[in-house]
């Protein structure tokens, strides 16, 4: 992977990696979820997969994460990593190796991004993979992981623990994320998506659920198809989730 430094539009330090094969089918952006890093194991088998089908594979760090972009974690959002996309793309569209349309995948809210970037410019993209996607901010709400009465502990403090990064380091995350992921409905505008969607979730996944993945998959208009991996959580950690994971991907690669 070569990577390099690019600007957002705020004038903050992304860090981006790509590799390039030589006479490529096609380009591929790969993008984490909140708090997440380009390198998480379940998307290095995602870019292993796009990589061994020849494959020019572009991925990133949003700012307001883990990785080695600027920001906060505390101040993530939707829209800040949606425009970090943005960013990232435009910059991508003044190298000589760029190429529409190409394919956008995504982890939870990277998924929610990527499709939302496709029902903006849904010509600009070939296929969509939202992974374990964050489906609206709605649903979000009646997720899992916050039967247990922290989302109304989250408001009412205005932050929220939500666990360690890889440094160690507590991650608390404020309550202006929720009030921005409010904003936000893939379902609404699912009809934009018409290029071919690969959607893929944990059976036990408490953030974003499979029942999350059918409300989208169920508006879909176009060539799409749904796979629920047995036993994983959301990150897809475990080793037969990953290889699970690939076979997935791989397979659907080749029908682009």
């Known amino acids: 992977m070569?990577?390099?430094?690019?600007?957002?539009?705020?004038?903050?330090?992304?860090?981006?990696?790509?590799?390039?094969n030589e006479n490529p089918k096609g380009l591929v952006f790969v993008m984490h979820g909140l708090g997440g890093f380009k390198e998480q194991s379940h998307l290095q088998v995602i870019v292993d997969a796009f990589l061994e089908e020849n494959y020019s594979v572009v991925r990133f760090d949003t700012t307001?994460?883990?990785?080695?972009?600027?920001?906060?974690?505390?101040?993530?959002?939707?829209?800040?990593?949606?425009?970090?996309?943005?960013?990232l793309i435009d910059w991508t569209n003044g190298q000589s190796w760029y190429e529409e349309p190409f394919v956008l995948v995504g982890h939870s809210l990277g998924g929610?991004?990527?499709?939302?970037?496709?029902?903006?410019?849904?010509?600009?993209?070939?296929?969509?993979?939202?992974?374990?996607?964050?489906?609206?901010g709605e649903l979000s709400t009646h997720?899992?992981?916050?039967?247990?009465?922290?989302?109304?502990?989250?408001?009412?403090?205005?932050?929220m623990?939500?666990?360690?990064?890889?440094?160690?380091?507590?991650m608390w995350l404020?309550?202006?994320?929720?009030?921005?992921?409010?904003?936000?409905?893939?379902?609404?505008d699912a009809n934009k998506l018409t290029m071919p969607v690969l959607l893929v979730v944990g059976d036990k996944d408490i953030s974003t659920p499979p029942e999350h993945q059918k409300a989208l998959?169920?508006?879909?208009?176009?060539?799409?198809?749904?796979?629920?991996?047995?036993?994983?959580?959301h990150t897809f950690k475990g080793d037969e989730h990953k290889?699970?994971?690939?076979?997935?991907?791989?397979?659907?690669?080749?029908t682009l």
Request: proline share 4%.
């Open 174 to 188: 404020a309550w202006h994320h929720m009030e921005d992921r409010m904003h936000y409905d893939l379902t609404k």
């Open 217 to 233: 998959f169920d508006v879909l208009p176009g060539k799409k198809e749904i796979h629920v991996i047995k036993g994983s959580k």
């Open 243 to 254: 290889t699970e994971l690939k076979k997935y991907f791989t397979n659907w690669i080749t």
């Open 161 to 170: 623990l939500r666990g360690e990064s890889p440094t160690k380091q507590q």
């Open 2 to 20: 070569e990577k390099v430094t690019i600007h957002n539009r705020k004038g903050e330090n992304v860090v981006v990696e790509f590799k390039l």
């Open 64 to 87: 307001n994460s883990v990785g080695e972009s600027d920001g906060d974690y505390f101040n993530a959002t939707v829209t800040n990593y949606y425009e970090d996309l943005e960013d």
């Open 112 to 136: 929610m991004c990527v499709s939302l970037f496709a029902q903006k410019h849904p010509e600009k993209v070939k296929a969509l993979a939202p992974i374990a996607s964050v489906i609206s």
């Open 143 to 159: 997720a899992p992981r916050y039967e247990d009465g922290s989302l109304i502990t989250w408001e009412k403090e205005g932050k």
